[in-house]
C-alpha cells in the first residue's frame, strides 16, 4: 500500500522510475501497483473513503494477466499503460526482426464469449483499414499460446490533447491549428466506412516530432464500421451505452437513431 500511495503522489511522468525505486527486483509488486494504476477507477477517492482493504478487495479481482519480462510471440511485455472493458494495453518491446517500442492489446481473460471475441477483432479489423499519419498505426495481430486475441498497434509517447494545450498554455488559434491533423484523421476514417464513437481527450494523445506535435487518434475499440454486416448496435447486451457519455453526442446516445 505504500508503494501504491508513493505512485499516486508521484507526477505521473514520474512514476515508472519510482516504481523502479520502490520495486527493486520484485516484479510481482510492481506489476500489481502498475495494474492498480491502470484500472479506471478513483484511487485516491477510494483510499480515503473506503480505506486499504477495499484497494486490497480490487487487487484480488484482477484478472490474471501479463507482466514485465513476459513474452507474446517476438514482443516482450515491459509494463502495463492502460485498461479498458475488454483489454489491457502494455508497452512491449518488439525483438524481430526490427527492435522497437509497440503498444500490444490483449483481450482480457474470461471474456471469451462469441459476441466479445468478434468485437475484439472487429476492432483489429478496423485499424487494419485505417492508414493517416494521426491514427496509431496496426503492426501485428494473432493469438498467445492460451487462445486470447491480441494485436499490436504504434506506441503513442505523448499527452491527452488538452494536457498538451493547456499545460503550454496554447492560444485560441494555436488549438485550432493542433485540432485540424484530428478533423482530417476523422475525415480519413469516416471515408473508409469507419465511425470512432469515442472520441475524447484521453483517446487523443500529441507526440512529439521535428516537425512539431502531432496528434494521435487511439482507441477504436468500439468503433462502428458502416459497411460492416455485422452491427453490434450502441447498447451492449447488458443496457450499457457504448462510449462516453460527457463526449457523446444526442444521436449516438438515443438506442433507436437510424443513422450516424
Known amino acids: 500500500m505504500e508503494v501504491l500511495s508513493g505512485a499516486l503522489d508521484a507526477p505521473r511522468e514520474e512514476v515508472p522510475s519510482y516504481l523502479d525505486r520502490a520495486c527493486g527486483q520484485d516484479a510481482r509488486l510492481r506489476r500489481e501497483v502498475e495494474s492498480l494504476l491502470a484500472r479506471d477507477v478513483d484511487l485516491p477517492s477510494l483510499l480515503a473513503t473506503q480505506g486499504p482493504s477495499a484497494v486490497l478487495d480490487l487487487l484480488s479481482n484482477l484478472p490474471g494477466t501479463l507482466g514485465p519480462g513476459d513474452r507474446v510471440d517476438r514482443f516482450e511485455i515491459v509494463r502495463t499503460i492502460g485498461e479498458g472493458g475488454m483489454g489491457i494495453?502494455?508497452?512491449?518491446?518488439e525483438l524481430q526482426p526490427v527492435r522497437r517500442e509497440v503498444a500490444l492489446k490483449l483481450m482480457k481473460p474470461g471474456l471469451d464469449t462469441r459476441k466479445l471475441i468478434t468485437r475484439f477483432e472487429a476492432e483489429r479489423q478496423t485499424l487494419a483499414l485505417l492508414d493517416h499519419w494521426n491514427i496509431a498505426r496496426l503492426h501485428h495481430a494473432g493469438a498467445t499460446h492460451?487462445?486470447?486475441?491480441?494485436?499490436?498497434?504504434?506506441?503513442?509517447?505523448?499527452?491527452?490533447?488538452?494536457?498538451?494545450?493547456?499545460?503550454?498554455?496554447?492560444t485560441i488559434r494555436e488549438r485550432s491549428q493542433l485540432l485540424i491533423p484530428v478533423c482530417?484523421?476523422?475525415?480519413?476514417?469516416?471515408?473508409?466506412?469507419?465511425?470512432?464513437?469515442?472520441l475524447k481527450p484521453s483517446n487523443v494523445l500529441v507526440a512529439g516530432a521535428d516537425s512539431g506535435p502531432v496528434p494521435k487518434i487511439i482507441d477504436f475499440g468500439v468503433a462502428k464500421l458502416t459497411q460492416d454486416p455485422v452491427e453490434f448496435g450502441t447498447l451492449t447486451e447488458v443496457g450499457r451505452l457504448l462510449g462516453t457519455p460527457e463526449y457523446m453526442s444526442p444521436e449516438q446516445a438515443d438506442p433507436a437513431a437510424t443513422d450516424i
Open 184 to 198: 482530417r484523421a476523422i475525415h480519413h476514417a469516416h471515408q473508409k466506412g469507419v465511425v470512432h464513437r469515442d
Open 89 to 93: 494495453v502494455f508497452l512491449a518491446r
Open 146 to 170: 492460451q487462445g486470447q486475441p491480441y494485436f499490436v498497434m504504434e506506441y503513442v509517447d505523448g499527452e491527452r490533447i488538452t494536457e498538451f494545450a493547456n499545460g503550454r498554455e496554447l
